[in-house]
């Protein structure tokens, strides 16, 4: 949209500020959006002045079009408030709202307009503040879609250690569900433990996936050839019996895989395969 | 043209991968190897690709082939050394290389091979 002539009277707006953002915070508390357990009165009354300032700013110019270059500083105002009342706990209607409840005290100011010039006034600053409000849930999507990346990127490095269980052995403890995203951080991670330690074997613990498909089965298996590739071997434990049953009801075979039922008899297995044994401590009077 | 050396020591050949290897050089190797593995009836071949970074879909066929090859004449391939970035893209493409023997690195790719001469 380019900018229009428009017809809303912007000095009697003007003149009126005060009282407009008076109605507008009585508006908010009336209708129960103000939340005084989340932001204080103070804080309310600066956020809404700071809006209000950016408002002005924006109408000051030729233009009604919240999209344009004149109203950065409203757009800047709109994504800081909206962003820190998604972080103190304020949910996506409350947000908009916030900004439809100045609906109602920007038309109350316009009542000594003549009516033709009155309708078209009110379209218009109907239309702004749609807009408005329209981009302030946009702004509070992104915030939580923001969030939703970071953690999964956090739950991606948080969510695979490889642990050293012996001179040669390494253990993957598997925990959530295997997506390709993380199989592919999971291979990385093994595969470059496994040339740092020079271990030979490598036990994948799957006690933590909460079910295996045939999808999750292949990248297991993809898993498994890359380590065998580099000259390690790979042992998967931890398969509980519901397993097992789907990963035959599916048809999938671990084909060349050495399975255990848990990781102590994976360990066992791998340190008679590299020539080790674990034997009880002898007690004094068997001596 | 550039030929791959093929070392041997004692009873095994060892041929190195150079890092940025050509299709001609990978092809000349193959038939070194054929040639040698008769000449020296060597029974295991460690090729180590631990220089090897970037593999294509071509050098994952010839290290079958050359293991393929090698089984005809009586001896054994080990692949060795093979950096994780170059097990990743080889089990992309589906070249599991099944088959073909493993391991860490030429050390541990000795001591396998002396475990076995003696059992």
Known sequence: ?287 | MDRVPIIKIGKYLLATIPPDVQDSVAIALQEDLGTRIVASRARLVLVDISALQIVDSFIGRMIGDISGMARLLDAEVMVVGMQPAVAMTLVELGLTLTGVRTALNVEAALAMAGIRDHT
């Open chain 1, 1 to 287: 949209m380019t900018s229009r002539p428009y017809v809303t009277p912007i000095p009697i707006l003007g003149a009126q500020r005060e009282a407009i953002l008076e109605r507008w915070i009585a508006e908010q508390k009336r209708e129960g959006i103000a939340r005084p357990d989340l932001l204080s009165d103070a804080d309310l009354a600066r956020e809404c002045s700071e809006f209000m300032s950016a408002l002005f700013a924006g109408l000051n110019s030729d233009s009604m079009d919240p999209t344009g270059s004149r109203w950065e500083q409203m757009r800047a105002s709109l994504r800081g408030i909206t962003l820190s009342r998604g972080r103190l706990g304020f949910g996506p209607s409350e947000t908009m709202r916030f900004v439809l409840t100045l609906k109602e005290p920007l038309f109350s100011s316009l009542d000594e307009l003549e009516p033709t010039q009155h309708v078209q006034a009110v379209l218009e600053i109907n239309r702004l503040i749609d807009r408005l409000g329209l981009m302030t849930s946009e702004i509070y999507q992104q915030g939580r879609e923001e969030i939703i990346q970071r953690q999964q990127q956090e739950m991606l490095e948080l969510s695979t250690p490889v642990v050293k269980l012996w001179d040669g052995i390494l253990a993957l403890p598997l925990i959530g569900t295997l997506d390709s995203e993380r199989t592919q951080v999971v291979m990385e991670t093994l595969l470059q433990a496994i040339v740092e330690t020079g271990s030979t074997i490598a036990i994948i613990d799957i006690t933590g996936v909460p079910t295996v498909d045939t999808k999750v089965a292949q990248h297991l298996i993809q898993t498994v050839s890359a380590a065998r590739l580099m000259g390690a071997d790979c042992l998967i434990s931890g398969i509980r019996p519901q397993i097992a049953q789907t990963i035959i009801h599916l048809g999938i075979t671990l084909p060349d895989v050495v399975t255990k039922a848990t990781l102590a008899d994976a360990f066992i297995t791998a340190l008679s395969r590299i020539g080790q044994h674990v034997v009880a401590k002898r007690t004094d009077h068997e001596r």
